[in-house]
């Protein structure tokens, strides 16, 4: 039983132990990561009843309105495994008393969400250096706020509306009223429905990157600094295959958030191949395992886990591996110009 946040702190640690011993038991990655994040949602919504109780013995009241506290990035995607930077919003509806001010009742939220980042905080879940969370008020609005604002930025070609609705379009509920999730998700789906703009914004910002093979099919390293001769498996591979399967998600409805999920849906619905299915399941297996791996013996080596790794420093099957697991990044490439960016730039011609 949860009683303090120093339980909360002891079982943030003791998820990170059942992650050793699973890989050291070799344990399939889609059941390491199913476990690891709910186990992680168990901490969360945890943390979310302590601070609730905290404010009304605080004299701040019971929670005034139906609201959702939501994560994003790879917890909501349930790929989360060592705890990591903290990627959260806050969705609330209608208050209970109608003729509470819309101030008052967003300071409640404000208050109630700065006790729940703390608490993460404090578990291990660092504070996000971009500001992407819930204590920000870009990021905790009424429903009919974030209507508005999934709006314009589902039909905007202001680049940096298309980097927040790349950070939101991975959510998923963990906390309180979950029928405030699933509205501000069907009106994702319509705004994308009424316009190709946001399928293409997405799709044109992941070609700008760049491949992380080269023209002579080496494996592309830093040049200079501190990554030099590394690559970041995150970076370089995972984020590319992560952004690819959101985009067709979304252009298709499928609401799923994993990556793992949204390849076997995509699949079903016979948007991919099944040879292309297979190759990219195995492709973000592998580099996860080698993000997993890699992070892990830096923690070991009381070094910061940041996902680089030297690819001269692989034996030659482990480099064949991750050879083949980022090549799968052109080949996403392809598909993605082929089905987004060339049939817009027809629509103009």
Known sequence: MVNSLNDLTLMGRKIDDELAFLLMNGTPLFEILGTISKRHEFLTSSVIKLSEEEMA??????????YCW????SAARHEQTLRTDQDNAMIY???????TEPAT???????LARKIVDKLDHCGFALCRGGVMAVNSRWRKSLEQWLLTIEKWSGSFNPEDTRDLTIFLDFRPVGGDHYLADQLWKAVV?????????????????????????VLGRIRTGR??????QINIKTAGLVHIVNAMRIYALKHDISEASTLGRIQELNRKKVISGEDSKFLKSAFETLTMFRIKTN?????EDRLPDDSLYPARLDEAQRKHLKEALSSIPRLRKMLARDFTLPWLNFFS
């Open 190 to 214: 319509h705004n994308c429905r009424q316009s190709d703009v946001m399928t293409h914004m997405l799709a044109d910002d992941e070609l700008k990157n760049s491949n992380p093979i080269t």
């Open 70 to 73: 939501i994560n994003m990035g």
């Open 105 to 111: 009742l967003d300071l409640y939220f404000a208050n």
């Open 224 to 229: 200079r600094g501190p990554g030099r001769d």
């Open 93 to 99: 509806g209608e208050p209970y008393v109608l003729d």
């Open 57 to 66: 013995q605080e004299g701040m009241g019971q929670v005034p309105a139906p």
């Open 296 to 300: 892990i013996s830096k923690i070991r």
